[in-house]
T-cell receptor
Framework: GNSVTQMEGPVTLSEEAFLTINCTYT??????LFWYVQYPGEGLQLLLK?????DKGSNKGFEATYRKETTSFHLEKGSVQVSDSAVYFC????????????FGSGTKLNVKP | NAGVTQTPKFQVLKTGQSMTLQCAQD?????MSWYRQDPGMGLRLIHY???????DQGEVPNGYNVSRSTTEDFPLRLLSAAPSQTSVYFC?????????????FGEGSRLTVL
């Protein structure tokens, strides 16, 4: 089946620290992969995506590389800010049914000044 | 720019009551969907629609009904609420499923079933 596994949170970092949030997936074929972000009291927003192996998605200083050999899509940022505090969700959409999305359980990030 | 609008934002029901969560989008998106968000489980797909008159089940459809009579609206009906349906519900729309990859979410509806 299809599933997404994310590292447990919360993750607490100081401002300007390096961020990694791990994400691995199980899927048939090669799905599209996404990171969504949810700020307090809001719905989810697309942060970045990658649609094929070795693609790198990037946005707002965040990056993630589609690694088919390790079935991973880890989210990284070189220097986090307080405003990055949010819940981050990894998600996939299967190759054979791209009307279905599968989300991980989310990782809460707290950034302290 | 309204985007995806959900109502109500909060609702408390008693077991066995029925209700409808409303979802409307003004982006002319063909694809609409409903998710529930539970602690430690992320978002799970309940039902989705690829256009007016077309709906299909997601991962957790039991206890929920949907219909799509217009492009703009995609209501979610709970016919007989159960405590297990206590959750936060999100409606999302997209112009083309994973072809675009961007789901636009509403702000969520928090439902408590006593």
């Amino acid at each position: 089946g299809n599933s997404v596994t994310q590292m447990e949170g919360p993750v607490t970092l100081s401002e300007e620290a390096f961020l990694t949030i791990n994400c691995t997936y199980t899927a048939t074929g090669y799905p599209s992969l996404f990171w969504y972000v949810q700020y307090p009291g809001e719905g989810l927003q697309l942060l970045l995506k990658a649609t094929k192996a070795d693609d790198k998605g990037s946005n707002k200083g965040f990056e993630a590389t589609y690694r088919k050999e390790t079935t991973s899509f880890h989210l990284e940022k070189g220097s986090v800010q307080v405003s990055d505090s949010a819940v981050y969700f990894c998600a996939l959409s299967p190759l054979y049914n791209f009307n279905k999305f599968y989300f991980g359980s989310g990782t809460k990030l707290n950034v302290k000044p | 720019n309204a985007g995806v609008t959900q109502t109500p934002k909060f609702q408390v029901l008693k077991t066995g009551q029925s209700m409808t969560l409303q979802c409307a989008q003004d982006m002319n998106h063909e694809y609409m969907s409903w998710y529930r968000q539970d602690p430690g489980m992320g978002l799970r797909l309940i039902h989705y629609s690829v256009g007016a008159g077309i709906t299909d089940q997601g991962e957790v459809p039991n206890g929920y009904n949907v219909s799509r009579s217009t492009t703009e609206d995609f209501p979610l009906r709970l016919l007989s609420a159960a405590p297990s349906q206590t959750s936060v519900y999100f409606c999302a729309s997209s112009s083309g499923g994973a072809l675009s990859g961007e789901l636009f979410f509403g702000e969520g509806s928090r439902l408590t079933v006593l």
